[in-house]
C-alpha cells in the first residue's frame, strides 16, 4: 500500500484554512527565508501520525493556528487526520476520515464537533491500511525512516532520530526490509525482554556476590574476633559464607557460668544477703537473751524452791506433816500440852489439811516448773542452733562473693566482651539470613540464559528468511556509492555502505572503513544521510514494504544544492510514482521553479502562517 502527502492544511481561530498541496510520485520543494514556519513541516506531519506532542518551539505558529491537518494519499483512497492546537500540552484527540475523495472543509468546525478518535486509533487505522502485519510494529515505527530534521541532517553521528532506541530502529528496518518476518519480529521482541530480564537479573546477582563477599569478610572478621575472647577453638580459615555462619552459630551457644552470672547481676543479691544475715543475727541475739532469761528465771525459782524446802522441812521437824501424829490425828487433845478435851477443835483438823495439801502442792510445783523451764530452754537451743546453721550458711556464701569480687573486673569484662560480640553475631546471622537468594537469583540467570539462546537460535536459522541481511546491505552500498560521487562527498571513488548494526554509514577508504562521525563537515554528514535514506526507501519499494513512500529533507546543506535537487529528481524519476521527496530550503531556485510547491516564501509576504493571520499592534 503505497502512503504519500496530498496536502497540509493549518486552520486560524477564526475558522480561515492555509492549505499546501503536494505532488505524489515527485520532488516537492518549499524554498523560503528564515522564520517563514518550512521547519513546521515535519512536525505537523508528525503530530497527525499519532504523535500526542506538536514539536514546534512557541512563536507565530503556535499563536495563531487552531487546527492542524494532513490529507494522505493511499493506492486507493485518502485518509484526513486533524488535530487540535495543543496549547503547549499533549493532545490526543483526533477527527479521523477515510474515503475514496475527501472534500477539505474551508473551516475547522466540522473537526471540532466531531473528534471521533484518538492518537493510539490513528495509529491502529494507519497501520492496518498500510498492510503492518505485527502487533510488534506500527507506524510510528517508520517515523525514523521518513524525517529528516535540519539538526538530523547536521547530525555526524547519528542517522536516525534519537526519540527511538536503536534496537527498535533494527527490528523495524530488518522488518520492512522483510529479513525478518512476524515471527523473526515476535522472537526479537522476546529477545529483547529476555535479555532485559537477564541483565536486569544478572545486576542483582552481581550485587548479591559483592554482598556476600563484603558478608565473608565480615564474618571471618567476627570469627576472628570470637577466637580472642574464647568463643571459638578452631584455628581453621574459613571461607564460604555457610561454613561461616554454622561456626558463628556455634560461638552464639556460650553462657556465663550461673553462679558468676548471680554475682555480675549487681548488689541486689548481696545487700539482699546482709540484710538476711543482719536479722538472722538479729533473732540470735534475740533468743540468747530469752534462754538466758529463763536461765535466770529457772535459778530463782529453784531458790525459792530451796527455800520453800527449808520451810516445809522445818514443818516436817515437828511432825505437822506426819500422818500417824496423834496429836494431830486426834483432835479431842491439845496440840501444845497434850491433855484430853471434852470437844475436838475444828481448826486443828484443818490445819492438818492445809498442811497436807501445802505439802502436795509444793512437791507438784516444784516437780511442774522444772519441767516447763528446761523444756523451754531447750526449745531455744534449738532455734539458735538452726540460725546459727543459716547463718553459718550465708556467711559461706557473703565471703564467697567477695573472694569472687576481687577478680570480678577481669572476669566481668572478659565476659562481657564475649556477649557484645554475640550481639554482633546474633546481627551478622539475622542480616544473613536471606543468603539463598543467591541461589535463587543464579538459577534464574541460568534459566534466562536458556531462552535466550533458544530465541537466538530461532532466529539465525535461515529457513525462515525471505532475504538475507548482508547481501540485502551490499546491494544498497552499489547504489549509495553512485550517489556519493554525485553528490562529491568525501572519499566519493571509494565504496560507501550502510552498517545495519551500528546503524551508520561508512565510506571503505583503500579497505579502511571510514564512519561518517570521522568524515569532515556538515556537507558529508548530510550526504551520508541522503544517501542513505534514499537507498533504504529504494528497497522499501522494491520490497513492497508496508512504509509510507516518501522522505521529507529539513533544509540540507545549500552548497552543492543543485547536485542534491537532481538526484533527488533522479531517484523519483527512477522510481516514479511510488516516491515522494518533500524538501525544505532557504536557497533561491533558478533551474527547479517547477518543483516548488509555492512561490519563495518572504517573511512579511509567504509563510506557512498567512502575513493576513497575524495581528498588528
Given at each position: 500500500m503505497n502512503m504519500q502527502?496530498?496536502?497540509?492544511?493549518?486552520?486560524n481561530k477564526r475558522g480561515q484554512c492555509r492549505r499546501l498541496?503536494?505532488?505524489?510520485?515527485?520532488?516537492?520543494?518549499?524554498?523560503?527565508?528564515?522564520?517563514?514556519?518550512?521547519?513546521?513541516?515535519?512536525?505537523?506531519?508528525?503530530?497527525?501520525?499519532?504523535?500526542?506532542?506538536?514539536?514546534?518551539?512557541?512563536?507565530?505558529?503556535t499563536d495563531i493556528v487552531d487546527f492542524y491537518a494532513v490529507l494522505y494519499q493511499l493506492t486507493d483512497k485518502q485518509v484526513l487526520v486533524a488535530k487540535p492546537s495543543t496549547r503547549g500540552k499533549k493532545q490526543s484527540q483526533v477527527y479521523y476520515e477515510e474515503a475514496t475523495e475527501i472534500h477539505l472543509p474551508e473551516n475547522s468546525e466540522k473537526f471540532r464537533k466531531n473528534l471521533n478518535v484518538d492518537d493510539e486509533?490513528?495509529?491502529?487505522?494507519?497501520?492496518?491500511?498500510?498492510?503492518i502485519s505485527t502487533t510488534e510494529i506500527s507506524i510510528r515505527d517508520t517515523t525514523v525512516f521518513l524525517f529528516q530534521e535540519k539538526s538530523l541532517l547536521d547530525d555526524g553521528k547519528r542517522l536516525f532520530?534519537?526519540?527511538?532506541?536503536d534496537e527498535q530502529i533494527k527490528r523495524s528496518l530488518l522488518y520492512f526490509l522483510k529479513i525478518q518476518q512476524d515471527d523473526d519480529l515476535r522472537n526479537q521482541s522476546d529477545l529483547s525482554k529476555l535479555q532485559a530480564k537477564f541483565d536486569k537479573e544478572k545486576r542483582k546477582l552481581r550485587q548479591l556476590e559483592k554482598s556476600n563477599s563484603e558478608k565473608i569478610s565480615k564474618g571471618q572478621n567476627l570469627i576472628y574476633r570470637a577466637r580472642s575472647v574464647g568463643l571459638i577453638s578452631s584455628e581453621s580459615e574459613i571461607e564460604t559464607l555457610e561454613n561461616i555462619k554454622q561456626v558463628l552459630k556455634e560461638a552464639i551457644k556460650w553462657q556465663r557460668p550461673q553462679q558468676l552470672s548471680e554475682l555480675i547481676e549487681g548488689d541486689i543479691n548481696i545487700s539482699q544477703l546482709e540484710q538476711e544475715l543482719k536479722e538472722l543475727r538479729e533473732r540470735m541475739r534475740n533468743i540468747d537473751a530469752s534462754i538466758t532469761e529463763l536461765r535466770e528465771f529457772d535459778k530463782l525459782s529453784k531458790r525459792y524452791m530451796e527455800s520453800v524446802d527449808e520451810q516445809a522441812n522445818h514443818l516436817k521437824s515437828i511432825h505437822l506433816f506426819d500422818s500417824q501424829d496423834d496429836l494431830l490425828r486426834h483432835s479431842k487433845k491439845c496440840p501444845l500440852c497434850g491433855s484430853e478435851l471434852k470437844n475436838a477443835m475444828p481448826k486443828i483438823s484443818g490445819i492438818r489439811d492445809v498442811l497436807t495439801k501445802l505439802e502436795q502442792d509444793l512437791a507438784f510445783v516444784k516437780g511442774k516448773e522444772s519441767?516447763?523451764?528446761?523444756?523451754?530452754?531447750?526449745?531455744?537451743?534449738?532455734?539458735?542452733?538452726?540460725?546459727?546453721?543459716?547463718?553459718?550458711?550465708k556467711n559461706l556464701v557473703r565471703i564467697s562473693y567477695y573472694k569472687e569480687?576481687?577478680?570480678?573486673?577481669?572476669?566481668?569484662?572478659?565476659?562481657?566482651e564475649k556477649i557484645g560480640i554475640q550481639y554482633m553475631i546474633k546481627d551478622y546471622l539475622e542480616s544473613t539470613s536471606q543468603s539463598n537468594e543467591r541461589g535463587y537469583r543464579q538459577s534464574e540467570v541460568e534459566k534466562l540464559q536458556r531462552e535466550i539462546n533458544s530465541v537466538k537460535t530461532k532466529?539465525?536459522?535461515?529457513?525462515?528468511?525471505?532475504?538475507?541481511?548482508?547481501?540485502?546491505?551490499?546491494?544498497?552500498?552499489?547504489?549509495?556509492?553512485?550517489?556519493?560521487?554525485?553528490?562529491?562527498?568525501?572519499?566519493?571513488?571509494?565504496?560507501y555502505y550502510f552498517d545495519s548494526d551500528k546503524l551508520t554509514v561508512f565510506a571503505n577508504r583503500k579497505g579502511i572503513p571510514l564512519a561518517m562521525s570521522e568524515m569532515r563537515g556538515h556537507f558529508n554528514w548530510a550526504g551520508c544521510h541522503i544517501i542513505a535514506l534514499l537507498a533504504l526507501h529504494k528497497a522499501f519499494l522494491d520490497r513492497q514494504s508496508s512504509i509510507p513512500s516518501f522522505i521529507i529533507f529539513d533544509q540540507p546543506p545549500e552548497e552543492n544544492a543543485n547536485k542534491t535537487f537532481e538526484l533527488f529528481k533522479e531517484v523519483c524519476k527512477e522510481l516514479i510514482p511510488n516516491l515522494q521527496i518533500i524538501v525544505t530550503t532557504h536557497c533561491q531556485l533558478t533551474d527547479n521553479e517547477d518543483f516548488l510547491v509555492e512561490p519563495y516564501w518572504v517573511d512579511g509576504k509567504y509563510a506557512l502562517v498567512p502575513y493576513n493571520w497575524i495581528p498588528r499592534l
Open positions: 502527502i496530498k496536502s497540509i492544511m493549518i486552520y498541496d503536494f505532488k505524489q510520485g515527485e520532488v516537492n520543494i518549499i524554498a523560503g527565508e528564515q522564520k517563514t514556519g518550512k521547519s513546521a513541516i515535519i512536525p505537523i506531519i508528525d503530530y497527525c501520525l499519532g504523535n500526542p506532542t506538536l514539536n514546534i518551539f512557541s512563536g507565530v505558529v486509533m490513528v495509529i491502529q487505522k494507519l497501520s492496518r491500511l498500510l498492510e532520530s534519537d526519540h527511538v532506541e519441767i516447763n523451764l528446761e523444756k523451754e530452754i531447750e526449745k531455744h537451743k534449738y532455734e539458735r542452733q538452726k540460725l546459727s546453721q543459716q547463718i553459718e550458711d569480687r576481687n577478680a570480678l573486673p577481669q572476669i566481668s569484662m572478659r565476659d562481657e532466529l539465525e536459522s535461515k529457513s525462515n528468511k525471505v532475504f538475507e541481511e548482508k547481501p540485502t546491505f551490499l546491494w544498497l552500498s552499489e547504489f549509495m556509492k553512485g550517489w556519493a560521487e554525485k553528490l562529491n562527498l568525501e572519499n566519493s571513488g571509494s565504496g
